[in-house]
């Protein structure tokens, strides 16, 4: 028996020192200041809409995994707020139980939970309900209300199953001037005007619960890369490649193609780039894979938003990257120390 | 001239269970599955679409059973699907006469009940080994157990999609319909949630 012992590892050797729960509580606490602008914008309806979610998320997690506790990871609390935050303020309370329970069920648990999902939960969640209701989940309603604290609006607390009222009457009664029901994408694809960049910034437009503040998205999505909680490469790919493709659609045509920093602030681009593309179970882990996955997410959601039928292509565009993971992972293996350059793996 | 073993263990219930439970071939065989996927948006479709299933696979197997001596080895793929696509056309001139609007509905899918899986099987596996009466028999079972895959599915979408089981509407008028279970991702989505609940079934039963 010698003294010194050798001991055998398999890679990877070093660790971060960030833990699973460590990482999604500082993505939630991240979460918390564009919760809080969403609820301060449109009132009550958002608040009982993001607890509902999260709360039908949290349950779901719960009901699945009877064997282990599962909720003590924060990916469920991460998944609901996500969802929450996508859709739309005055969406039927029910139907974002629906959401909630899809995206949990269907989009984690059924892969086997955390780790396993091939698409990003609330996701795939909100692509459920986009294709059940496609009326509610583009009902929009107007940011700053005067009563949006002494009042929900009135789709909130639709019956389950049953269709949600028309606000076109209540939207009149709030003394709201000009509201037009269409977020800018909208505005910009079928009326062909766009919002300044000033509103998109600061977020007095109307669009999902938590897409309209682009500058404050951006500051929480800092305070995460700082720490190094998330990727910085992804978010940046998706970015820049959306608006170098915008800014070449522009030069081709200027007066039909709106300018690139229009399409980086408008919608869920950012949120999505920040939050939902960098999801650590469905982004590659190799460097080149990280970038290829980004640029994919950027140049698809431009292409969806000028030819396609809908008006936003984030999710899509995400969906799509995240399906194409494992074989973008595959074709970048990096070359293993030792081994020949042209010789592959 | 070709002889063949015969399996002569007589018509038990198992016969007839075996298709509609043990061996269903929606939840368990997982066969017959462009059907199963297109034509259930509504009851009323599944359910005539596998009636129209259930006729081709009985008579289909009887005659297969019949001639079952007759046929050589080789060419009996054959002559099952000269067999199987003259009951085929039939039923497809008959749902045309009775009902032109749900020969719409259905679409080709009358026709390609010729491939369908269920039925070929039938004939090979059991029809061709069995006695006619014992072949009619197992036939009806697997035909019915089918009609019970495409209403479970084709009612779960239509009250899903429309409200409505039927034609008749349980919700009243202010139901919201989830549009998503009429298109062709609700079909997986419904028939996933089915197997889910058969396998977890069966599951169970073992363990018991």
């Known amino acids: ?345 | 001239m070709n002889p063949k073993k015969e399996i002569d263990e007589g018509i038990t219930f198992d016969t007839f269970m075996e298709g509609v439970w043990r061996q269903n071939p929606v939840f368990v065989m997982v066969l017959g599955m462009c059907p199963t996927l297109a034509v259930t948006v509504s009851a009323v479709n599944a359910v005539s679409m596998g009636i129209a299933t259930l006729f081709v696979l009985v008579s289909s197997c009887l005659l297969v059973s019949l001639i079952r001596n007759l046929v050589p080895k080789e060419v009996r793929i054959a002559t099952y699907i000269v067999i199987i696509a003259t009951f085929v056309t039939l039923v497809d001139y008959i749902i045309q006469a009775v009902s032109l609007s749900l020969y719409e509905a259905l679409g080709a899918f009358i026709q390609l009940i010729v491939v369908n899986c269920i039925i070929l099987g039938r004939a090979e596996a059991h029809a061709s080994k069995n006695p006619p009466l014992k072949a009619v028999v197992n036939a009806l079972g697997m035909g019915i157990g089918f009609t019970i895959g495409l209403l479970a599915l084709g009612a779960t979408r239509e009250i899903l999609g429309a409200g409505k089981l039927f034609g008749f509407s349980l919700f009243g008028e202010h139901f919201q319909p989830w549009v998503v279970m009429v298109l062709p991702p609700g079909g997986f989505f419904v028939l996933g949630a089915w197997l889910l609940l058969f396998s977890f079934m069966r599951s169970r039963s073992a363990t018991e």
């Open chain 1, 1 to 345: 028996m010698s003294k010194h012992r050798i001991e055998l590892r398999a890679a990877p050797h070093q660790h971060s020192g960030h833990s699973v729960p460590t990482i999604m509580r500082n993505v939630v606490y991240s979460l918390l200041p564009i919760c809080g602008f969403s609820v301060w914008q449109y009132g009550l309806s958002a608040l009982a809409l993001l607890l509902t979610v999260t709360a039908t998320c949290l349950a779901t997690e719960r009901l699945l995994n009877r064997n282990a506790n599962t909720l003590g990871d924060w990916s469920a609390a991460i998944t609901g707020i996500l969802l929450g935050l996508t859709l739309p303020p005055a969406f039927p309370l029910w139907m974002a139980i629906v959401a909630g329970f899809v995206a949990i069920a269907i989009g984690k648990a059924m892969f086997g939970g955390l780790g396993h999902n091939p698409f990003n939960p609330a996701l795939v969640g909100r692509a459920f309900v986009q294709a059940a209701f496609p009326v509610a989940i583009t009902t929009w309603v107007p940011a700053f209300s005067a009563n949006r604290f002494s009042e929900f609006v009135p789709t909130t607390f639709t019956a389950p199953l049953m269709m949600p009222p028309d606000i076109v009457g209540w939207v009149k009664q709030q003394g709201v001037d000009a509201f037009t029901g269409a977020t800018p994408l909208a505005r910009w694809k079928f009326e062909n005007v766009t919002a300044s960049a000033h509103d998109l910034l600061t977020g007095t437009v109307t669009a999902s619960a938590g897409e309209t503040s682009a500058l404050l998205i951006l500051m929480c999505g800092a305070y995460l890369a700082i720490r190094k909680f998330m990727d910085w490469r992804i978010p940046v790919a998706v970015l820049g490649s959306a608006a170098l493709t915008a800014w070449a659609f522009q030069l081709y045509d200027p007066a039909h193609y709106p300018a690139p920093l229009f399409v980086l602030l408008s919608g869920g681009l950012m949120i999505g780039a920040i939050y939902m593309a960098t999801d650590m179970a469905t982004s590659p882990v190799t460097p080149v894979g990280v970038w290829i996955y980004g640029v994919i997410i950027g140049v698809m959601t431009v292409i969806i938003r000028y030819f396609g039928g809908l008006t936003e292509g984030v999710m899509y565009a995400i969906l799509l990257g995240n399906a194409l993971t494992p074989l973008i992972d595959q074709y970048t293996q990096p070359r293993v120390y030792g081994t020949g350059r042209k010789e592959k793996p």
